[in-house]
């Protein structure tokens, strides 16, 4: 059964409802017991297509990662501004 939207006529609150297809009914306000009326509501959006954020990485990627690592921490060590605490901000520290 879909859900619906309905706004009370006495009171103005809205609520959600379970309600049959075929019903023409409206419920009763939860909190006055006044008549309601169905809303026009917009639909939810379910995509069911892949993300590329669904994607695994190929171990392509995973190689340059770990290259461009290890040449950043070669390079990191190499600094003789690390070795003595007097690195001025070099980006290879």
Same mark, same amino acid.
């Given at each position: 059964?879909?859900?619906?939207?309905? %706004?009370?006529?006495?009171?103005?609150?809205?609520? %959600? %409802?379970?309600?049959?297809?075929?019903?023409?009914?409206?419920?009763?306000?939860?909190?006055?017991?006044?008549?309601?009326?169905?809303?026009?509501?917009?639909?939810?959006?379910?995509?069911?297509?892949?993300?590329?954020?669904?994607?695994?990485?190929?171990?392509?990627?995973?190689?340059?990662?770990?290259?461009?690592?290890?040449?950043?921490?070669?390079?990191?060590?190499?600094?003789?501004?690390?070795?003595?605490?007097?690195?001025?901000?070099?980006?290879?520290?």
């Amino acid at each position: 059964m879909p859900l619906y939207e309905f %706004e009370c006529e006495k009171c103005g609150h809205q609520f %959600e %409802e379970l309600a049959s297809l075929n019903s023409d009914a409206t419920p009763t306000c939860p909190e006055c017991g006044g008549q309601s009326h169905k809303l026009m509501s917009t639909g939810a959006l379910h995509i069911e297509a892949a993300s590329p954020l669904d994607r695994k990485p190929d171990a392509k990627f995973h190689d340059n990662m770990n290259k461009a690592m290890k040449r950043r921490a070669v390079a990191a060590a190499a600094c003789p501004g690390k070795k003595n605490g007097s690195c001025s901000g070099c980006t290879n520290c």
